[in-house]
Antibody, heavy 117, light 107 residues
Framework: QVQLQESGPGLVKPSQTLSLTCTVS??????????WTWIRQPAGKGLEWVGRIYTSGSTSYNPSLKSRVTMSLDTSKNQFSLKLTSVTAADTAVYYCGRGWTSMDVWGQGTTVTVSS | DIQMTQSPSSLSASVGDRVTITCRASQSISSHLNWYQQKPGKAPNLLIYDASRLQSGVPSRFSGSESGTDFTLTISSLQPEDLATYYCQQTYSTPWTFGQGTKVEIK
């Protein structure tokens, strides 16, 4: 059974870079046809798709964040990562990683990132 | 971007009631519509995919249907453990977008 776990700093200063990693266990990140995805959720609000990376490494990002987002795969560590540059308080949220194709069937538990000085 | 308009934003119903939540897409999305349940403090959980297919392990009281650009999630008999917020999501085109959510409370 595939499981996902997010990790990274819980506090990031404004204008700095948010870096998160999602570790995949119970299966290989390279096998199958999946989009490895990041979703975020500000406290008390709805879900926002940040972007996705395919097993081949091709990416697609939310245009609202596109210039600031980079995703990557590390197949040797069975991980995928998110970098979001020039963060502001508006980037404060719970960040979830997930797996899917046309739906997201596996989610991490989420990690809270606060942007504050 | 495809806009997903979900209604109602909240509802309160009794145990055993039939509950219906609607999601309308701003354009055709074929059947690329998913429903998720999110309990307080937890990650979302996939209930329905491809508009009407029940995810493995999800109780059969949950069902989904579609009519054009209108999609419906139905809980046939509300249970106490169904207290949650429900979201629709389109995966027809990027950026994938979600409805605003429907908070379901138990009377």
């Amino acid at each position: 059974q595939v499981q996902l776990q997010e990790s990274g700093p819980g506090l990031v200063k404004p204008s700095q870079t948010l870096s998160l990693t999602c570790t995949v266990s119970g299966g290989s990140i390279s096998s199958g046809s999946y989009f490895w995805t990041w979703i975020r959720q500000p406290a008390g609000k709805g879900l926002e798709w940040v972007g996705r990376i395919y097993t081949s490494g091709s990416t697609s990002y939310n245009p609202s964040l596109k210039s600031r987002v980079t995703m990557s795969l590390d197949t040797s560590k069975n991980q995928f990562s998110l970098k979001l540059t020039s963060v502001t308080a508006a980037d404060t949220a719970v960040y979830y990683c997930g797996r899917g194709w046309t739906s997201m069937d596996v989610w991490g538990q989420g990690t809270t990132v606060t942007v504050s000085s | 971007d495809i806009q997903m308009t979900q209604s109602p934003s909240s509802l309160s119903a009794s145990v055993g009631d039939r509950v219906t939540i609607t999601c309308r897409a701003s354009q055709s999305i074929s059947s690329h519509l998913n429903w998720y349940q999110q309990k307080p403090g937890k990650a979302p959980n996939l209930l329905i995919y491809d508009a009407s297919r029940l995810q493995s392990g999800v109780p059969s009281r949950f069902s989904g249907s579609e009519s054009g650009t209108d999609f419906t999630l139905t809980i046939s008999s509300l249970q106490p453990e169904d207290l949650a917020t429900y979201y629709c999501q389109q995966t027809y085109s990027t950026p994938w977008t979600f409805g605003q959510g429907t908070k379901v409370e138990i009377k």
